[in-house]
């Protein structure tokens, strides 16, 4: 098992500025993953952060609105960058997925 | 049309009821089921893999029909802790994992 202790729990935030979220998982895991949660839907997948490489974003998710790093097997960071109103939600990451996805606490964050 | 799609739920139900949630998948290429279970301002925690064959643990049973696409998860005896949103959640292949939208599932006393 895994776990993962994701900072800031929660933030409010100006628009127009950045927030870095971060992600400590306490074994190395080959496969970071990044979510988002809005009210009352399911999680979509932002990027997949690979150590050593670039992250790989989803449809719909671009690098200059949400960059991520991945320095090593243990740590990654998510960026929500420029961040408006419509960014309000909840962000996790994860570690692995099969058999076991484990989840940090989650970042909710409100963009006023 | 979404990856997986769940049950709209609410469901409310007394203690000891017997509940049943299902969800379908539309890429018929998925290697891997899960169900996930969420509570209020937490992170989703694995419940069960769910097999082919189906698997039961406890008061949970899973079933998977590959040909419909098609999973299920069946609680027995209800209880109040089992409070929460149900998430049913496919693995196409590798490690990424698409996620249901949910279901809500309230046991009152």
């Known amino acids: 098992s895994a776990v993962i202790s994701q900072k800031p729990s929660r933030d409010i935030c100006q628009r127009g500025t950045s927030l870095t979220i971060q992600c400590q998982v306490d074994?190395?895991?080959?496969?970071m993953f990044w979510y988002r949660q809005q009210p009352g839907q399911s999680l979509t997948l932002i990027a997949t952060a690979n150590q050593g490489s670039e992250a790989t974003y989803e449809s719909g998710f671009v690098i200059d609105k949400f960059p991520i790093s991945r320095p090593n097997l243990t740590f990654s960071t998510l960026t929500v960058s420029n961040m408006s109103p419509e960014d309000s939600s909840i962000y996790l990451c994860?570690?692995?997925?099969?058999?076991?996805?484990?989840f940090g606490q989650g970042t909710r964050l409100t963009v006023v | 049309r979404k990856e997986v799609e769940q049950d709209p739920g609410p469901f409310n139900v007394p203690e000891g009821a017997t509940v049943a949630f299902n969800c379908t998948y539309s890429n018929s290429a998925s290697q891997s089921f899960f169900w996930y279970r969420q509570d209020c301002r937490k992170e989703p925690k694995l419940l069960m893999s769910v097999y082919s064959s189906g698997n039961e643990d406890g008061r949970f049973t899973a079933q998977l029909n590959r040909a419909s696409q098609y999973i299920s998860l069946l609680i027995r005896d209800s209880k109040l802790s089992d409070s929460a949103t149900y998430l049913c959640v496919v693995a196409p292949s590798g490690y990424a994992l698409n996620f249901g939208k949910g279901t809500s599932l309230l046991v009152t006393p």
């Open positions: 994860s570690a692995e997925g099969y058999p076991e996805a484990f």
């Open positions: 074994s190395q895991v080959t496969m």
